[in-house]
């Protein structure tokens, strides 16, 4: 199915299993250790372990690997004096390792070490001697601006966009505010590292992998390896979280492959905490500046927001943080532009709502300036600009119902009671105060296919590549079979997780639920058609419960129908909907915080976002997701920090002691995530939207506008920590 038009009536509005907070169907395997990952799968396998480079930029002038050749257990030693041809290409495309001898960032894999086990191949791996001889670099941000670029990405959104006149609106504003943010370089920090065990039979490979994307993750290792697409399978069941760190093949995946067909033995690798830092991929720091130009009455006549971010020169992936800015707010000049940087350090790419997450915590902490300039309260100055249409595009919005959501937030939270003045609410040495700021995240639908079987026992299996990083894919897809199908939910299977099933978006860029699940409900449709004929009914009066087909007072098992079984594929693309309407999610966070007025320190006293997404297929983890994402705001405005060292280009806090993100102390027991009723009919079949991201963004400026209210530190450079609240601490506090 093409998305080309409205959804009408269909089988899940009946809403009486898909929406339901049920359980996840695959919990008692996690918690009892039955659900198998990566590194997990028992073969007999060897170990890999990777030899980083200890400089940013420069090239190896000698490596002396003999040493570790001649250790315990080791049998493989790989350099790019031995390493196959690889295809090339940006990170996206292929992913060569060990391809010569120039460095291109710290970290950078210059060595592979095989043995019987871990530990030997860990040891043997600190014997590999390399020498470099080492080049100067660019590596921080700010120091290099001059050296910016637009980048150019041509499947994706313009790097910049202009409607009306910018310049001359702003200069004629009577209330402007021109104000820079800046966020600093930021590192997934998922629970699972990225791991893979390669296996190779004949001329095909089998790589169970830590992998969010399995087709196209499939294209890029036979890319890479320059062999057919059909001789690469990727399988990956389970997976500890992503957060967009497995959207893309890593080192892990190729150095297990090339390992294990040199060998002929199966390989697997697990990178170190530490080594996630440099090998993989990370979030881009940036510098964003936001110009808001309004009348008196404070309505947007001009709205600006240029964006930097650094990448190696090789990338042309840009944090978008600009992207919110063309929808979110009503006025008729805008002008929003992004400016790449080429930077020696390693691979920046998609990390927790690339773009939205960051692009926020500037621009609604700007809002937050504004109001305050114009004396009036941020959630109506936002009310005030609301638009009737996309202001860029001038097309209409899908479904929108973020006043909704500030209000019945407001509300909620208890806004009436928050002071507009800064540092006039006080618990003994603790200044109180509240923020608000809106969230919006991008609605994308990707192409997906699904098969469906219904087997003479009553079960219904679901196949697909699909995966599920932690985020409730495999009850969403058993929820949907479930009601399309009729049947308790016991009576579902879902497999996924493996590129030998029909091709699936994956799970990133809040499309997973509704890629997949839109396959599967075209998939369930086709099969009831096909079982409705073989009961001799019309498939639109056909009723479908209990696990029986019904019409009038006639009612058929479906097990007396399938013989020896029926089945039946769906697929959904994206058609004339994603172009002819604007396709966001939206929320509204509201934040409590206290301030110490000795220390500085910060504290989230309570939190509550209000969110509009579509119907939701899970009440239970969506909530799930709202909150988690909520927390990742929280470590967005008060935490994460990945610190370069200007001078040599590597992450000096590379572990999670060092890489702070929120834990159970940082988080209070008051966190609430509410979800407004809403169908978005131009959506998709399921009339949902995407809520993996939605949490976060607009979370972390929340909390910001809440630390100014509280003690009026005006902190413009995240995270906010307690050096720089003390540093902008008002007199009165």
Excluded at 98 to 103: A, K, N
Excluded at 142 to 166: C, I, K, T, Y
Excluded at 610 to 633: D, E, H, P, Y
Aim: charged share 20%.
């Amino acid at each position: 199915m093409e998305m080309d038009g409205p959804v009408g009536a269909n089988a899940l509005d009946a809403e009486k299993i898909v929406g339901k907070p049920l359980d996840r169907v695959d919990g008692r395997l996690k918690v009892t250790g039955g659900a198998h990952y990566a590194y997990e799968m028992q073969q007999n396998s060897l170990y890999g372990f990777v030899v980083e480079a200890s400089i940013a930029k420069g090239r190896i002038a000698s490596i002396e690997t003999l040493t570790a050749e001649r250790s315990p257990g080791v049998k493989l030693v790989l350099t790019y004096r031995d390493a196959p041809k690889q295809g090339t290409g940006n990170h996206r495309e292929a992913h060569p390792v060990l391809t010569g001898p120039v460095v291109s960032h710290y970290g950078e894999p210059v060595a592979f070490v095989v043995a019987e086990t871990f530990e030997q191949a860990r040891a043997a791996a600190y014997l590999v001697k390399v020498e470099y001889d080492r080049e100067k670099g660019q590596y921080a941000l700010p120091h290099h601006l001059a050296l910016a670029r637009v980048p150019h990405q041509p499947d994706g959104a313009p790097a910049d966009s202009e409607v009306g006149n910018f310049s001359d609106a702003y200069a004629n504003a009577p209330v402007q505010i021109d104000v820079s943010y800046s966020t600093p370089l930021q590192s997934h920090a998922m629970m699972e590292p990225h791991a893979t065990l390669a296996i190779w039979d004949g001329d095909k490979l089998i790589l169970h992998t830590a992998n969010q994307m399995l087709n196209q993750g499939q294209r890029v290792i036979a890319r890479t390896l320059n062999i057919p697409l059909a001789n690469v399978r990727l399988v990956s069941p389970f997976i500890g979280g992503g957060f967009g760190g497995k959207l893309w093949v890593n080192a892990d995946a190729i150095l297990a492959a090339i390992a294990s067909r040199y060998l002929k033995r199966p390989v697997k690798v697990a990178l170190t905490r530490q080594q996630i830092f440099h090998v993989t991929t990370h979030r881009s720091d940036t510098i964003q500046r936001i110009r808001l130009g309004t009348d008196r009455d404070g309505r947007i006549a001009a709205i600006g927001h240029d964006v930097f971010s650094g990448n190696l020169p090789s990338e042309q992936v840009y944090e978008a943080a600009a992207l919110q800015t063309r929808s979110l707010y009503a006025g008729p000049n805008r002008l929003t532009r992004h400016r790449l940087v080429p930077l020696d350090i390693p691979v920046a790419s998609s990390m927790r709502a690339p773009g939205e997450a960051v692009g926020l915590l500037a621009l609604e902490c700007a809002m937050d300036e504004l109001a305050e300039k114009l004396m009036l309260d941020p959630i109506e100055l936002r009310i005030r600009n609301e638009p009737a249409e996309d202001p860029e595009k001038h097309i209409p919005y899908s479904s929108r119902h973020l006043v909704a959501c500030m209000q019945e937030g407001a509300r909620r939270f208890g806004w009436d009671k928050r002071s507009s003045t800064p540092g006039q609410v006080r618990n003994g040495r603790w200044l109180v105060g509240m923020g608000v700021s809106a969230g919006t995240r991008g609605n994308p639908l990707r192409f997906s296919r699904a098969n469906v079987r219904l087997d003479p026992d009553g079960i219904a299996t679901v196949r697909m590549a699909m995966t599920d990083i932690g985020t409730g894919t495999y009850t969403i897809l058993a929820q949907i079979a479930a009601e399309m199908l009729g049947l308790p939910m016991g009576r579902v299977r879902v497999d996924i997780g493996d590129t030998i099933f029909p091709e699936a978006a994956g799970s990133g860029g809040s499309f997973g639920a509704a890629s997949s699940g839109s396959a599967l409900f075209e998939a369930c449709h086709a099969l009831r058609e096909k079982l409705s004929g073989l009961a001799g009914m019309d498939p639109n009066t056909a009723h479908f419960g209990d696990g029986h087909i019904a019409t009038g007072e006639r009612s058929v098992s479906l097990t007396e129908l399938v013989g020896s079984g029926v089945e039946a594929d769906g697929e959904i693309k994206p058609g004339r909907n994603n172009q002819d309407f604007s396709q966001q999610s939206y929320g509204a966070h509201f934040a409590e915080v206290g301030v110490d007025q000795d220390t500085g320190e910060v504290r989230l006293r309570r939190m509550l976002g209000v969110f509009a997404a579509g119907r939701v297929l899970n009440a239970k983890t969506a909530r799930s997701q709202a909150i988690g994402g909520m927390v990742f705001g929280v470590g967005a405005a008060l935490h994460e920090d990945l610190v370069l060292d200007p001078r040599f280009g590597y992450f000096v806090n590379h572990d999670l002691a060092e890489y702070h993100v929120p834990v159970h102390a940082d988080i209070p027991a008051s966190l609430e995530a509410v979800f407004l009723p809403e169908l978005d009919e131009r959506s998709n079949p399921l009339k949902s939207k995407g809520i993996g991201e939605l949490g976060i963004c607009g979370a972390g400026a929340a909390i910001a506008n809440a630390v100014y209210n509280a003690c009026g530190a005006r902190i413009r450079n995240y995270p906010i920590t307690l050096d720089k609240v003390l540093a902008s601490l008002p007199d009165q506090a």
